[in-house]
């Protein structure tokens, strides 16, 4: 592995900063997803 990182500190320094905005993206969709769902019902 590049300068000892295992897969673990890979994920951590690597992966995670580049999920970040897919992960916001994802998030944000479920979340006006289930007010959709509860509004709905609601009316």
Same mark, same amino acid.
């Given at each position: +592995? !590049? =300068? %000892?990182? %295992? !897969?673990? +500190? /890979?994920? !951590? /320094?690597i992966m995670l900063p580049l999920l970040k905005p897919v992960l916001a993206t994802v998030g944000l969709f479920c979340t006006v997803g289930h007010?959709? =769902?509860w509004f709905g019902g609601v009316i």
């Amino acid at each position: +592995m !590049v =300068d %000892g990182a %295992g !897969v673990f +500190m /890979r994920l !951590v /320094r690597i992966m995670l900063p580049l999920l970040k905005p897919v992960l916001a993206t994802v998030g944000l969709f479920c979340t006006v997803g289930h007010w959709n =769902d509860w509004f709905g019902g609601v009316i």
